[in-house]
């Protein structure tokens, strides 16, 4: 690596935002994160949303593709329990990620790069506290490295 | 264990005679030395082809889950793993159990033949015998004994059901107990204590070996499905290089599958050409599972398997709420 090479990393290194990918569901905290929108409630810039017609739809290979492609968090978002518009898509799914978060930070991926969460479409502060949360976290971490494709 | 090969035979005669099962699915002596065959058996005369020792180790479940036995009324010699596989796969609804009669073996444990025969390379073993706890070999210039216990499967010394949990009849009705020395799971208390830097420089250094073979996931009882994620190239989730993020990912996907339903046979460690030990991943998914849902795999064909059912108070501490 040149001086300036370097330089410029340490440079891009100082202005670096995380970037997120949000999974959300339809029936709920997209609607949220919409409501929030509409409340004109200010959270972080850094979150990209992709919407899924409920939590159970997120494989988890979303997830770790997610990470591999470079994203720095992930963070899935559903009805709260009891809520989900297909009745128990949402139980199944927090099996799904309860195993999986286990497994993955298992094998050495730090706490925070996967994030779940319950917002209803009635929650937009709600949703907009979420977002910071896991913002903070992920910057906490740094650019994530360990599962990126080179 | 000659005495239980005798039992087992009777048993199983028996079962054929009376016409409870169509066929026996058990070992026969292989070819060459330390090795048996699945052997399957529909006349009662041929049943002293039977065998039972310490060189049983593949599972014989897999049989049962081909088309050509799922209407047979199959009676198949089973250790404690290969019971408690069958039982994942009655509890999934893939085998009936009113179709299987099991035939349990108390086992004391199977011997690595791979670890013996890398040991006298380059001599070629050309006879051996297996006693109550030595091994004899012959070969074309020598002629050597083992002691058993010192030969036992890394897999085998970590077993935690070495009598099947569930048969129909259990060959000699005595459980044996095992005692080998064995730090499992000192050395997963040790790595858990790590950070996560740690382990990931652990699993990363171990699995970059990995050839991506997949013959792990062929060897595992519950790995059935008529496609694999590994395979599917439409959309293709898993990169199929060696790069360690996609081998990372194969393994972390793996474990995901077979998570509550894996009865760490030990069958993808023996399995891997490339000597990976993937105990640390199957116990600890032993323990994810018990840990959050008091689950064990493989010991009631009643109970669903924890990731096809769920309640409303499933524990969800990793879900963010902020204040
Ligand atoms: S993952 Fe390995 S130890 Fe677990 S059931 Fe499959 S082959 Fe056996
Ligand atoms: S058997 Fe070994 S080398 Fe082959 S895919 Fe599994 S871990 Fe990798
Ligand atoms: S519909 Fe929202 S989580 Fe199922």
Redesign the pocket.
């Known amino acids: 690596m040149t001086v300036a090479e370097e330089k410029s990393q340490i440079k891009e290194e100082k202005s670096w935002e995380p970037k997120i990918l949000a999974f959300l569901c339809n029936w709920c905290s997209y609607a949220g994160a919409d409501l929030a929108g509409i409340s004109r409630l200010q959270y972080p810039p850094n979150i990209r949303v992709v919407r899924v017609p409920c939590s159970g739809r997120v494989n988890p290979f979303y997830l770790i593709k997610a990470l591999q492609a470079g994203w720095d968090g992930v963070l899935v978002s559903g009805c709260h329990p009891g809520d989900c518009h297909y009745l128990s898509g949402n139980l199944v799914a927090r099996r799904r990620f309860a195993i999986l978060k286990d497994i993955v930070e298992f094998m050495g991926i730090s706490p925070g790069r996967l994030n779940f969460s319950w917002v209803s479409a009635a929650e937009g502060e709600k949703f907009s506290k979420v977002v910071k949360e896991v913002v903070e976290k992920v910057k906490k971490l740094g650019p994530i490295r360990k599962m990126v494709k080179e | 264990m000659e005495k239980l090969e005798k039992i087992m035979q009777d048993t199983a005669k028996h079962f054929l005679q009376e016409q409870k099962v169509d066929l026996i699915i058990g070992y026969k002596q292989g070819t060459i030395p330390l090795r048996t065959t699945p052997c399957f058996v529909t006349k009662p005369e041929d049943i002293s082809q039977l065998v039972w020792n310490v060189c049983c180790d593949h599972d014989l479940t897999n049989f049962l889950l081909q088309p050509e036995y799922k209407d047979k009324k199959v009676g198949i010699i089973v250790k404690g793993c290969d019971a408690r596989?069958l039982v994942v796969c009655m509890a999934e609804g893939q085998i009936e159990r009113k179709m299987v009669t099991i035939i349990g073996m108390p086992c004391p444990g199977m011997i690595d033949r791979k670890r013996i025969e890398s040991e006298l390379e380059p001599k070629e073993i050309l006879v051996a015998e297996i006693t109550e706890d030595q091994i004899h070999l012959k070969g074309k210039d020598f002629e050597q004994t083992l002691q058993k216990d010192d030969y036992i499967q890394a897999s085998c010394k970590s077993c935690r059901y070495n009598n099947p949990p569930v048969c129909d009849v259990l060959i000699g009705g005595q459980p044996i107990e095992l005692s080998f020395n064995d730090d499992l799971d000192e050395k997963l208390a040790e790595l858990e204590a790590k950070s996560p830097d740690e382990r990931w420089t652990y699993f990363t250094t171990l699995l970059s070996d990995c050839i991506r073979c997949y013959a792990?996931r062929n060897?595992?009882?519950?790995?059935y499905c008529k496609e694999c994620f590994v395979d599917q190239t439409q959309p293709q989730w898993v990169g199929k290089t060696t790069n360690i993020s996609d081998i990372m990912f194969y393994h972390m996907i793996r474990a995901f599958h077979?998570a509550g339903r894996?009865?760490?046979?030990?069958?993808?460690t023996r399995a891997c050409p490339m000597n990976i030990d993937?105990r640390l991943i199957?116990r600890k998914l032993q323990n994810i599972v018990k840990d959050r849902y008091g689950f064990e795999a493989g010991l009631d064909p009643n109970v669903p398997p924890p990731m096809g059912t769920h309640t409303m108070e499933d524990p969800q501490e990793f879900i963010t709420e902020p204040e």
């Open positions: 596989a792990c060897a595992c009882p519950l790995c077979v894996c009865v760490e046979c030990g069958a993808c993937l199957t």
